[in-house]
């Protein structure tokens, strides 16, 4: 019931997050206003607005137009309802009675951060922009989260400055054709947040996957080379797979890495 609970709240909240991506890219108020199509704008009944279901029992297609819905809707709502139960079967492991409430405020600054991440990732994707409000979110709610937990050390100040420098150096020597510049501040949250190694281990994942992805795009023709590819999702991606496994990685390249001296 708890799972199904927290199911249900990442739907609702990813239907929010769906308006809060479009209307940010949209030069459109993110919070002031009711919900429209973004084909013929007509403004969207409360029974038009129910997650996942919506969509289902419209066929795909906006009510009043009948133009196809996009399946980021959709995808966005249950990828958020993973991530809402995801996080929670995290943080459960450290869960008593004791410091129940210790656990709920850790989750809910988690869901927030990567919540947040996830605006930027469906934006980059589709938009090819960083949005300044949720990083500025994401990068608040990390600093809660890291003095919440003891976390944060000045090697986090350190990490950061330094995943900020270098991916300066890498946006000007490119002249913004290799990233962009919401990449570089990007990168200095991630240097904040993650703090070392896990920052490495975000880079190494970010620029494989990227290599890899643009090799693939090119191809099958759906990108040329020198053309830009958002950086931006892989680089969250990082973030993702660094915060959760990142110490579990670290020590897996140190063994590789002291096998291969010896």
Known sequence: MVFLFLFLM??????FINVIIYRLNNNDSPLIGRSYCPKCKHKLSWYDLFPLLSFITLLGKCRYCHKKISWQYPIVEFAIGLLAVFLWIYEIRDFNYFMGFFVILKYFLL??????LFVIFVSDILYMTVPTIPLVFSFISSLFYLFLTGSF????????I????????LYLITKGRGMGFGDVLLALFMGMFLGYPKVIISFYIAFLTGAFFGVILILIKKK??????PFGPFLILGIFIAF?????????LLNALSSDIL
């Open 10 to 15: 990442g739907l609702c909240f990813g239907s």
């Open 153 to 160: 050390s000045f090697l986090n100040i350190i990490f950061s």
């Open 244 to 252: 959760f496994y990142g110490n579990i990685l670290w020590r897996i």
């Open 111 to 116: 869901f927030s951060i990567f919540s947040s």
């Open 224 to 229: 040329r080379f020198g053309e830009h590819i």
């Open 162 to 169: 330094v995943s900020f420098l270098f991916f300066l150096f």
